[in-house]
């Protein structure tokens, strides 16, 4: 008995293939405009995805040009909280002292401390206001300054304070043209500085006070030489790893808590942003792009269902007098439905195949 029900249902399929076949045949240009419909479908989906992660990388890459993994930024700020008998809107300043401390903590793996300062900058003939950045050799692994010629600070240059300066790829090409800028002599402030290195280019979407590709870093030893170096601009650090960025600037700003006086909870005392802050703002802005994306395609590809959808239907209205008639002389039902839908199934894997 259920050998004979599977042959009864095999000679079924394979009649049913034979009919949506010769359909799908007779009828090649209709089928082959649904197939193009579920196959733009396809290919709308896929790209608009691939977009979506494209653009992603592209977001992180830019934000990683400006910090590394593990790195955070901290602005002096001005005190929200009342502290340890101090009132509120005290203003917080570093020094050199706080960067030290700072770099004897456990999970700070890199420190610098970050003056800056507008100055005019004088080469030959040609003269132009750039933002100098007086920094520690660790600066340059920490926000991503790679050089295309020569070298970034070093800690010999820190501890001789040496007049050396490392130019951002853009202002290089600003001073110098086609000239090659290292072992140039240039001023800055009226002081003579030699050009070392050559930042390479990079894309940075993320940037304080100047894009790095426009300023001009020299040792923080030397930047005393020009101006007044008491207070820091800013103080830089990197985790001893990505996944202690968290436990690192508490531990971070517990300290320096502790040294000026006020609520280690305050926000507006120590203002940071660092690569986990960027990496926070890129999720938020590609999952909303994403969402709309996908449902671009979707919609893409649910009209291409909508046409298979419609010429299965003229198809069907077509068949009218030829299913009657196959019901007269006793045609299962089943076979039918299955002579459809295999002609369906065909046509959308088939357009899926090629899309």
């Not at 290919?43 to 977009?51: E, F, I, N, T």
């Not at 008998?85 to 456990?106: F, I, K, N, S, Y």
């Not at 971070?252 to 926070?280: I, K, M, T």
């Amino acid at each position: 008995m259920t050998g004979g029900r599977l042959r009864r249902w095999s000679h079924l399929l394979a009649e049913a293939s034979r009919e949506a076949w010769r359909g799908l045949v007779r009828n090649r240009v209709r089928s082959g405009l649904s197939m193009l419909g579920i196959s733009w479908g396809i290919v709308s989906v896929v790209v608009l995805l691939a977009y979506g992660d494209g653009f992603q990388a592209a977001l992180l890459r830019g934000f990683k040009g400006a910090f590394g993994d593990g790195v955070t930024v901290l602005f002096p700020g001005q005190t929200s909280l009342q502290a340890g008998g101090e009132r509120a809107g005290r203003r917080v300043r570093l020094d050199m002292a706080d960067a030290e401390a700072v770099a004897g903590l456990p999970l700070v793996r890199a420190w610098s401390p970050e003056f800056w300062s507008d100055a005019q900058v004088v080469w030959g003939t040609r003269q132009s206001t750039r933002v100098i950045r007086g920094v520690a050799p660790a600066y340059g692994s920490m926000r991503s300054q790679p050089a295309s010629s020569g070298r970034f600070i070093d800690a010999e240059d820190v501890r001789l304070q040496r007049r050396v300066v490392f130019v951002g790829a853009k202002a290089a090409r600003e001073l110098f043209g086609d000239t090659p800028p290292v072992g140039q002599q240039v001023r800055i402030m009226g002081i003579r500085f030699e050009v070392i290195g050559v930042q390479q280019e990079k894309v940075q979407l993320s940037n304080y006070r100047r894009p790095d590709k426009e300023c001009l870093f020299i040792p923080y030893t030397t930047a005393g030489q020009l101006w007044d170096t008491r207070y820091l601009n800013t103080l830089v650090y990197q985790a001893a790893d990505a996944t202690l960025d968290a436990r690192a600037s508490a531990q971070v700003r517990a300290l320096l808590a502790e040294r000026h006086a006020f609520d280690p909870g305050d926000e507006r005392a120590l203002r940071a942003f660092g690569s986990a802050d960027a990496q926070a703002i890129t999720a938020g802005i590609v999952l909303g792009l994403q969402l709309v994306l996908t449902f671009i395609g979707v919609l893409t590809l649910a009209i291409g269902g909508v046409g298979v959808m419609n010429i299965m239907l003229v198809s069907v209205t077509e068949r009218t007098r030829e299913i009657g008639l196959r019901k007269a002389l006793r045609g299962a039902p089943s076979a039918f439905l299955l002579q459809f839908l295999l002609e369906g199934l065909v046509t959308t894997l088939a357009g899926g195949s090629a899309g």
